[in-house]
């Protein structure tokens, strides 16, 4: 029977939520002949395809690795295996509440829309579905795929996620663009809910936070540079205000100095979480500001519009 919807994963070495994911799937209220997962590894080396390839699950589930390349063609991949018309996207790091897909599916009773589910945020990752939803959870993106569904037949004829982008960031945002000209309506889903685990903040993933930072900064300009209008200006801060405070913040070009970290060890080892979090928000606002400036510097022979 051909399933009613296909829930797409990308993923990069998160194993350990993922399979957590992956089960809330499997305990779904949608009976399991209606809907597929299909996984795209995007190079993971942490043992991900070991443990996918133990589950016991209920309803189809495709699983496909992949060289390292990117969200983008990760889920261009999972697209490309798609049996269902409706296309349900979830972040990796997603656990699903057990209405989740049946929810999404009576979204769309009305063609042409776009339905978002909430994206609550927990660190608990023991019982990430005991969280409840935040102002700050609230997101006004129009198409955003930590948890939205679409018609695949209007995705391909918006084509496409763009692969230019192949460092984290941006690249749902910018089809969300070309979804816009097709006169999509978003919709919210609220029975849709999905739980987005995040790691509490320590000092020793500092490096892997400036990393992603410092690519969503490349990718911001990838973004500008395809859409250069003021919106995308303020929405990425690619604009003189943003540079000179982190100019302002990061006088002497502090944060790279060597005695940084054991600061923030010993604020970490102190309980002082509000100054510590204040220090690395800067510090990776700093590498994101850093690379901006990478990008834009890069490709200064087409530098972007004013």
Known sequence: M?????????????????????????????????YEIIVIDDGSTDQTRQMVEALQPPCRLEYRHQEHAGPASARNAGVSLANADLLIFIDSDIVVAPEFVEEHLEAHQAPGVIAHGPVIHTTDLDHPTDARMKIAD?????????????????????????????????????????????????????????????????????????QRERERGHTAVILYRKYPTTRTRMMTMITPAFFALDRLLTLGNWPDRPGV?????????????????????????????????EAMREGSENPPAS
């Open 138 to 210: 609230i997101s006004r993106a129009f198409f955003a795929t930590g948890n939205v569904s679409i018609e695949k037949a209007r995705l391909l004829e918006a084509g496409l996620f763009d692969e230019d982008f192949r460092e984290y960031g941006w690249e749902d945002l910018e089809l969300g663009y070309r979804l816009r000209r097709l006169g999509l309506k978003a919709v919210p889903c609220p029975g849709a809910r999905g739980y987005h685990y995040k790691s509490r903040l320590e000092v020793r993933s500092l490096p892997a936070l400036k």
């Open 261 to 293: 970290m054991t600061l923030l060890e010993k604020l970490e080892r102190g309980g002082l979480h509000l100054p510590l979090r204040f220090l690395v928000r800067i510090i990776t606002n700093h590498a994101y500001a850093e690379g901006l400036k």
């Open 2 to 34: 051909k399933p009613l919807a296909s829930v797409i994963i990308p993923t990069f070495n998160r194993r350990v939520i993922l399979e957590k994911s992956l089960k809330s799937l499997f305990r779904q209220t949608c009976p399991p002949a209606r």
